[in-house]
Every structure is written in C-alpha cells, then in structure tokens.
C-alpha cells in the first residue's frame, strides 16, 4: 500500500535558520506529492505540490522537487520566520486505480521557529 | 464564499452516546472526506464521496457512519461514541477526485473529546 514517512519532529529553529524537513514514499504508480501546513488551532493548507519526476513545487520561500529516483520530496526554506511556527505534513495520491482523491499522509513535523 | 465549514468546534461525549459532526462546502465540490487526526499519526481516511449519493469507506471506517443526500453536506455520524475516537475530526473537499493534481480544501476541525 502507499506510505508516507517524514522525518521525526519537534525541530526547533532560530529565525534566518535553513529549514529541511524529509519526506519519503512508497506508492505504486507516479503519485502527485503535496505538503500541506497547519496553523495552530487551524485546519490544513495547501503549500505546494508537484505531479510529476523532477517537478518543483514552491510557494512563500518553501520548496520541494519530486525526486523518482529517492522516492522523496523534501521541503526546503532557505530562511525561516516566527510566522512559519506550524505542523507540516507530507502527503501523496496515488494517480489511477482507486486511489483517486485519498490523500495519505505522514505523520507530521512540528515545526517552531524562535527569533 | 465560507469553503469548508465543520461544527461543532468542540464537543464531548460519553461513552455509548451518538452524535453527528456537520459538514458543508459551498465551493459546488464533487468529492468530500473525512479524515481524523492522532498525535504522531498524521491524518487517515475515514469515509470519502465522490459525488450526491455515492459514499465509500477509508482507511478506519469502523464506528461511522457517511450519507451524501447533497452537494453541499457530507455529515459524519459517530454511532456509540468510544474513547477510541478522541480526536480531531477534519472534513475536506476538492472539484473531482479523478484528478491526482486535485487540491483538497479543508475544514477548521472538530475536537472530540469522548469520556
């Protein structure tokens, strides 16, 4: 079945800190990979995507490239804020089959950032 | 345009009793899910639809129930409440589930709290 597994939290930052939080699959098929952040006491956001092998996803200074090969999609940001203080989660679905539209996710990274 | 509405915020429980979590999107999504959320566990499916009166189960369906009469609503209903469902109860929507690229949008979450 498809799996997620991202790297064990908290992971504690000073502000301007570079942020990697690792995130690795298993899917059968080519799965599109999602992070989504949650905002204390908030629901999930969208914080990017990428639907293909050597896709990048970015969006407000985060990134992440689809990497086949590794099996991985690690978020990356080269400068944290206060404001980036949330749980981030890695997901995935998997395209075709029945899989359509059930996100799996990991099991999510706490993230704080001190300034 | 509300997105995704979940009540109630906060709700307890005894055990045994039932209850219904609402569920509304105003967004004219096919498909709606719900997921729960448990520390260190990350979100995992418990029912999904992909349109009015079609539902199916998820990853941890057992002690729910799913009806979609409408577009709209996708309610979650908890049969005989155990402290085994303490948890945060999310409720997502996304235009179509046969698409992997979908972006799934989520509700601000329901906090149950069975004793």
């Known amino acids: 079945g498809n799996s997620v597994t991202q790297m064990e939290g908290p992971v504690t930052l000073s502000e301007e800190a570079f942020l990697t939080i690792n995130c690795t699959y298993t899917?059968?098929?080519?799965?599109?990979l999602f992070w989504y952040v949650q905002y204390p006491g908030e629901g999930l956001q969208l914080l990017l995507k990428a639907t293909k092998a050597d896709d990048k996803g970015s969006n407000k200074g985060f990134e992440a490239t689809y990497r086949k090969e590794t099996t991985s999609f690690h978020l990356e940001k080269g400068s944290v804020q206060v404001s980036d203080s949330a749980v981030y989660f890695c997901?995935?679905?998997?395209?075709?089959?029945?899989?359509?539209?059930?996100?799996?996710f990991g099991q999510g990274t706490i993230l704080t950032v001190h300034p | 345009n509300a997105g995704v509405t979940q009540t109630p915020k906060f709700q307890v429980l005894k055990t045994g009793q039932s209850m219904t979590l609402q569920c509304a999107q105003d967004m004219n999504h096919e498909y709606m899910s719900w997921y729960r959320q448990d520390p260190g566990m990350g979100l995992r499916l418990i029912h999904y639809?992909?349109?009015?009166?079609?539902?199916d189960q998820g990853e941890v369906p057992n002690g729910y129930n799913v009806s979609r009469s409408t577009t709209e609503d996708f309610p979650l209903r908890l049969l005989s409440a155990a402290p085994s469902q303490t948890s945060v109860y999310f409720c997502?929507?996304?235009?179509?589930?046969?698409?992997?690229?979908?972006?799934?949008?989520f509700g601000p979450g329901t906090r149950l709290t069975v004793t």
């Open positions: 997901a995935l679905i998997r395209a075709g089959g029945t899989s359509y539209g059930k996100l799996t």
């Open positions: 639809s992909v349109g009015a009166g079609i539902t």
């Open positions: 997502a929507s996304s235009y179509g589930s046969d698409r992997a690229s979908y972006e799934q949008y």
């Open positions: 899917a059968t098929g080519y799965p599109s």
